[in-house]
């Protein structure tokens, strides 16, 4: 029999960050970033799955419903006080779980290792700021600590659309209504939540993914109209970030898509993790204030990425920051080692990476 309790229980004791429930595995917890099972637990099998799914469906006709239909299911749980982002889907149409533990307090901002012109840029009274990265890069955690910033500082009404909610913000000198996005939620989709969004007055809209056209329309539309947009992408750098947003649409719309993604992005960071040398997770910015050199390579009528990376290098008094400085910074600071600083960067820039690492320490001397 699944003790489902037991399992939540361990996690929170070892402090992971991921929960995987697969048939004929035991129980795994994420730590850190590595992977380990629980050795009292017994190999699940496909009994426990379908315990498992019914323990997180709880009745729910709606969720059960739409499972049934997509064969996948985002939601959310609470266990002692603490969220849990739950994702079900199949294998071998067998139910598989993946849960991220959410933790109730944010960190602060500025200890984050978030450069502080992020936070600067939220004072913007309009545009588009986006914050990017791969899977498992800290987004969310990000993004939140950002609207908890703003919630703190600043006299705003900020508006969320999100799937699911993760953690639960609440108002402070700034207003915050916060929309869980999905069928039978508050929207129906991240666009249509977007588009109502014009009608309510707020001043700040987060969109915690923007993953189509239609939100990407919705949200440059919104940052016309003269409010400031934050949202999140799926993509691994800043210049990456520009390319993709510009392939939503097709290529006879690009050129009046890169003109106004020109005049309206104002900042885009880009982050990764990283295990440091003391076991802990360490962020790795890459920071691209939009300057009228970034929104000129924006227009052009073939994007190069790879210019746009050159220009975030060069453009250290504006605000930017490279990937190559962030991670020589780190490895000159002792957090991570030589090869994990290789290991992230393209062989092509090995050479920069090594001379920026060289000017650090002589800075440093």
């Not at 996948?72 to 993946?98: G, K, Q």
């Not at 939140?144 to 913000?169: F, G, M, R, S, V």
Request: negative net charge; glycine residues 4%; contains cysteine.
């Amino acid at each position: 029999m699944l003790q489902m309790e037991k399992i939540l229980d361990e996690a929170l004791e070892k402090d992971a960050s991921d929960i995987h429930l697969i048939n004929g595995l035991k129980p795994m917890l994420r730590i850190s970033r590595d992977l380990s099972s629980i050795d009292t637990m017994d190999v699940l099998t496909e009994d426990d799955m379908w315990e498992m799914y019914d323990f997180f469906i709880r009745g729910n006709v709606e969720n059960d419903e739409l499972f049934r239909k997509s064969r996948r299911l985002d939601t959310s749980y609470e266990y002692h006080n603490i969220r849990l982002r739950v994702n079900i889907s199949l294998s071998d149409d067998i139910p598989v779980a993946t849960l991220r533990i959410i933790k109730n307090e944010l960190p602060k901002f500025e200890d984050l290792g978030v450069p502080d012109i992020v936070r600067r840029m939220t004072y913007q009274p309009q545009g588009l700021i986006l914050v990017t990265g791969k899977t498992n890069s800290g987004k969310t955690t990000t993004l939140n600590a950002l609207i908890n910033e703003i919630n703190e500082k600043q006299n705003k009404k900020i508006l969320t659309l999100e799937n699911p909610i993760e953690y639960k913000h609440t108002s402070k000198k700034s207003i915050i209504v916060q929309k869980e996005v999905g069928i039978g939620k508050d929207a129906l989709n991240f666009s249509d939540g977007v588009k109502n969004s014009l009608r309510e007055d707020c001043d700040i809209l987060v969109i915690g993914e923007i993953r189509d056209k239609e939100t990407m329309n919705a949200a440059i539309e919104m940052a016309e109209s003269g409010h400031l947009v934050i949202g999140t992408l799926h993509t691994k750098s800043c210049a990456e970030t520009i390319d993709r947003m510009i392939n939503f649409y097709q290529i006879s719309d690009q050129s009046s898509v890169k003109y106004l993604i020109s005049s309206l992005l104002k900042l885009v960071i880009s982050q990764r993790l990283l295990k440091g040398t003391d076991g802990k997770l360490v962020l790795v910015p890459e920071v691209m204030v939009v300057d009228n050199v970034i929104a000129g390579y924006i227009r052009k009528e073939k994007l190069s990425v790879s210019e746009i990376e050159d220009a975030v290098q060069t453009n250290i008094d504006k605000g930017s920051i490279s990937l190559i400085n962030s991670i020589a910074r780190l490895f000159v600071d002792g957090r991570i080692t030589l090869e994990q600083a290789k290991a992230q960067i393209e062989e092509k820039n090995l050479d920069t990476l090594n001379r920026t690492i060289m000017q650090l320490k002589i800075r440093q001397a």
